[in-house]
């Protein structure tokens, strides 16, 4: 009985002990901002500030659900906003089982659609956590309501008017850019973009800390323009190891090392966080 009950308390402690080491690394009051490792495909896991839970895109695979449970409490079971930034399966796949798992409270895309199997899951998946499609366009502000808020620089409503819904191959080049932006720090957000649209956003975009290399390092991703406009301190890669692709190509590691931008890749580093403070951002190791 009395080992029992030793057993009891301790484990009591133990919980405790993960209770406030969890709290204090929620509570920080910076931004984390986590490149989740999910192989060829895309997964931004955010917690603002305030510890709101952000999810842009959900990966190829249930992967994603590692990446949010190592990175938010245990209790926690709430993402406050999902973020799809287009709907082809390396971005949306995760989601379903996201949606199944958490409980997610908003959630907004781009105008676009998908003849796929794995949309019409994610269409049910969606309805049956009481969700809707929501569209957001370039110039909607999504505020976090503690000083981080992101701004949605692409697609443009009337960009959007010119797409035809049955023209499923160009849902990339109608990707969410978003600045995410907190204090000082701005990190560009590119979904699958290529190169003509990136070019069209450069100089809106401007000056940006971070950015994630669009369409996993494609070589039709980036120009050079798009650089000298954005000259990113850090450019991530979201990416598979050994992908039939052949990303991130030669072209486009060659144009980001002439900006002399310190490149991360997912397939090397694994899960990549970076955190700030709204004054100056550090990467975690
Ligand atoms: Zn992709």
Same mark, same amino acid.
Not at 168 to 178: A, C, K, L, R, T
Not at 258 to 275: A, M, P, V
């Given at each position: 009985?009395?080992?029992? @009950?030793?057993?009891?308390?301790?484990?009591?402690?133990?919980?405790?002990?993960?209770?406030?080491?969890?709290?204090?690394?929620?509570?920080? /009051?910076?931004?984390?901002?986590?490149?989740?490792?999910?192989?060829?495909?895309?997964?931004?896991?955010?917690?603002?500030?305030?510890?709101?839970?952000?999810?842009? &895109?959900?990966?190829?695979?249930?992967?994603?659900? &590692?990446?949010?449970?190592?990175?938010?409490?245990? =209790?926690?079971?709430?993402?406050?906003?999902?973020? @799809?930034?287009?709907?082809?399966?390396?971005? @949306?796949?995760?989601?379903?089982?996201?949606?199944?798992?958490?409980?997610?409270?908003?959630?907004?895309?781009?105008?676009?659609?998908?003849?796929?199997?794995?949309?019409?899951?994610?269409?049910?998946? @969606? /309805?049956?956590?009481?969700?809707?499609?929501?569209?957001?366009?370039?110039?909607?502000?999504?505020?976090?309501?503690?000083?981080?808020?992101?701004?949605?620089?692409?697609?443009?409503?009337?960009?959007?008017?010119?797409?035809?819904?049955?023209?499923?191959?160009?849902?990339?080049?109608? +990707?969410?850019?978003?600045?995410?932006?907190?204090?000082?720090?701005?990190?560009?957000?590119?979904?699958?973009?290529?190169?003509?649209?990136?070019?069209?956003?450069?100089?809106?975009?401007?000056?940006?800390?971070?950015?994630?290399?669009?369409?996993?390092? +494609?070589?039709?991703?980036?120009?050079?323009?798009?650089? +000298?406009?954005?000259?990113?301190?850090?450019?991530?890669?979201?990416?598979?190891?050994?992908?039939?692709?052949?990303?991130?190509?030669?072209?486009?590691?060659?144009?980001?090392? /002439?900006?002399?931008?310190?490149?991360?890749?997912?397939?090397?580093?694994?899960?990549?966080?970076?955190?700030?403070?709204? /004054?100056?951002? =550090?990467?975690?190791?």
């Amino acid at each position: 009985m009395k080992n029992y @009950l030793f057993l009891t308390i301790a484990s009591f402690f133990a919980l405790l002990g993960i209770f406030f080491y969890q709290e204090s690394v929620n509570n920080d /009051k910076n931004l984390h901002l986590v490149v989740c490792d999910v192989g060829q495909g895309d997964s931004i896991y955010i917690k603002t500030p305030s510890g709101k839970d952000i999810l842009v &895109d959900a990966g190829p695979s249930d992967k994603v659900l &590692d990446c949010l449970g190592s990175n938010m409490p245990f =209790w926690d079971r709430d993402i406050e906003l999902v973020i @799809l930034t287009h709907p082809d399966a390396d971005h @949306l796949t995760g989601l379903v089982s996201v949606l199944e798992r958490y409980n997610v409270l908003n959630f907004v895309t781009s105008k676009t659609s998908k003849d796929t199997g794995i949309y019409k899951k994610f269409l049910k998946a @969606l /309805k049956n956590e009481g969700l809707s499609l929501k569209y957001v366009f370039a110039n909607d502000k999504i505020d976090f309501s503690d000083g981080s808020f992101s701004n949605v620089i692409w697609p443009s409503s009337e960009a959007t008017q010119k797409l035809n819904p049955k023209n499923y191959s160009v849902v990339n080049e109608y +990707s969410i850019i978003q600045v995410l932006q907190y204090g000082n720090f701005r990190a560009l957000l590119t979904g699958d973009a290529g190169k003509v649209v990136e070019d069209q956003i450069a100089a809106i975009a401007g000056d940006v800390d971070l950015l994630k290399v669009p369409h996993h390092g +494609s070589k039709t991703g980036m120009s050079d323009y798009f650089l +000298s406009q954005v000259l990113p301190e850090i450019s991530i890669i979201s990416v598979g190891k050994g992908n039939r692709y052949g990303h991130p190509t030669k072209e486009a590691l060659d144009l980001l090392s /002439k900006y002399k931008t310190e490149i991360l890749r997912t397939d090397k580093e694994g899960e990549i966080e970076i955190i700030t403070n709204g /004054k100056t951002f =550090w990467r975690v190791d």
